[in-house]
């Protein structure tokens, strides 16, 4: 390991986020209700210009009269480009003490969360609150993505990065008008074989940007969050993407719509196989330390001080959602 270490951020657990509009008052006491780790209310793609001050009322509001349970509880706040943004902030932090963090937009230079940790400290200073605010940076242009590095380390306060693929794909002029997914022209295709047949592999048009966020999260103790998966009417699809993100190493994903939520928890909650597993894993390793030895075979294949490191972070993971281990 590095001299340098890093102190992770608040723990939370983030598998599923819920995107909750600001101004569909309906939705609230549902998504209170639902199994979404952290839910977030919407004050800016989901709310036109009109609904902006009203969203506001009602989100700060339903913060102090429904019963969020043990949820996270997060504002999506309009970008820093706009004049509803300082509102959203010091309107929402001092009169919402329920809140838990604050979901900032189009996160793409470092300052950016610089000034908003200048603002909502004097707003925590000023109404005596003891309960730190925390951010989360929603990393959607070719900016925040170009400096995703310095922005992971731009204050204390941030303990998430979310991967806005929509916003993503427009910054970047990606020729797909679809959030989310893969495209049937992103591929790639094989040599001929002896017969001249040659086949064509999809590839994930994301990866790359997902990659490299989830480095600059891992590296600086945040959660690596994916973002949303646009067509809710295919599953399969929504667990294809979550899968590919899973892999990577990241937290969890959002959900746009309820029936995502399960799907969420269920790609981003360890199986009982590999919990137990894992367990394996550390208990051989415990055994040859006893036995003087830093490396053991298991079921076939080598295990050694990298594998318990690894089989450890999933037992914490597991410990964190309440699951045997």
Known sequence: MSFTQITPATARLHRSELAVPGSNVSLFEKAARSKADIVFLDLEDAVAPDDKATARKNIIQALND??????T???RMNGLDTHYAYRDVVDVVEACPRLDMILVPKVGVPQDLYAMDMLVTQIENAMGRTKRIGFEALIETALGLANVEAIAQASPRLEAMSFGVADYAASTRARTTIIG???????VLTDKDENGHRDYFWTDPWHAAQTRM???????GLRPVDGPFGDFSDPDGFIAAANRVAVLGYEGKWAIHPSQIDLCNQVFTPSEAEVLKAQRIVEAMEQAAREGRGAVSLDGR???IASIRMAE????????????A
């Open 66 to 71: 429904i019963d969020w349970g043990h949820k």
């Open 73 to 75: 509880l997060m504002i």
């Open 181 to 187: 997914g893969v495209h049937k022209d992103s591929g």
């Open 214 to 220: 989830l480095v600059a999260c891992r590296a600086y």
């Open 302 to 304: 080598l295990i050694d």
């Open 313 to 324: 972070s999933l037992l914490s993971k597991a410990r964190t959602m309440g699951l045997d």
